[in-house]
């Protein structure tokens, strides 16, 4: 069964750069997974902020980016605001049309 | 505008059945591949099936396989999901998605299914 790995929780200061990963039980995280990052606040629907690796959705500013770190996909915040602090998810693609999502990472900006 | 409109949510017994839907527009329904992601109370997300533009291509999680059907009528720019022997562990928001191959582009606001007796 795969399995997809992100860190539950972590903080960041206003103004910090923080980054969040995405991790696979069978393997390492290239980019034929399609790395995908989204975030989603209380009550509201996801948004994506990074496709295929290290794309940017549009209308998402250049502090967000996307990247293989080592064995992980990750996506990184610089000059981290209040508003950032969301849940960010990651997503691979495994194959044969199935996607898997990660478990999510609660930012806390403080 | 992309618009993604869910609908077809509420509260089912478990053993029942249920069909959402999802009104598209703002692009070329027919054209692009979509997908039902879903998210239990205070859980994360779990991509649940993915149909390609024709409908011809359909894939399922795990969790799912043989009990629920993805479909799509490109013309209604319509997409479907019918629930056959739902179970507590179904209760989500079930969300609608359109894919721009890889990225999973334009989400909608989801429509919340509840099995419960």
């Known amino acids: 069964q795969t399995v997809v790995t992100q860190e539950p929780s972590l903080s960041v200061s206003p103004g910090g750069t923080v980054t969040l990963t995405c991790a696979l039980n069978s393997g390492s995280v290239s980019g034929g997974y399609y790395p995908g990052w989204f975030r989603q606040t209380p009550g509201q629907a996801p948004r994506t902020l990074i496709y295929n690796t290290n794309t940017r959705s549009s209308g998402v500013p250049d502090r967000f980016s996307g990247s293989i770190l080592g064995n992980k996909a990750a996506l990184s915040i610089t000059g981290a605001q209040a508003d950032d602090e969301s849940d960010y998810y990651c997503?691979?693609?495994?194959?044969?049309?199935?996607?898997?999502f990660g478990g999510g990472t609660r930012l806390t900006v403080l | 505008e992309v618009q993604l409109l869910e609908s077809g949510g509420g509260l089912v017994e478990p053993g029942g059945s249920l069909r959402i839907s999802c009104s598209a527009s703002?692009?070329?329904?027919?054209?692009?591949?979509m997908t039902w992601v879903r998210q239990a109370p205070g859980k994360g997300l779990e991509w649940v099936s993915g149909i390609g533009n024709g409908g011809g291509e359909r894939c399922y999680a795990d969790s799912v396989k043989g009990r629920f059907i993805i479909s799509r009528d490109n013309s209604k720019n319509t997409l479907y999901l019918q629930m056959n022997s739902l179970r507590a562990e179904d209760t989500a928001v079930y969300y609608c998605?359109?894919?721009?191959?890889?990225?999973?582009?334009?989400w909608g606001l989801g429509t919340l299914v509840t099995v419960s007796s």
């Open positions: 998605v359109k894919q721009r191959w890889p990225a999973f582009d334009y």
């Open positions: 997503a691979l693609y495994v194959g044969s049309g199935i996607w898997v």
């Open positions: 703002g692009f070329t329904f027919s054209n692009y591949g």
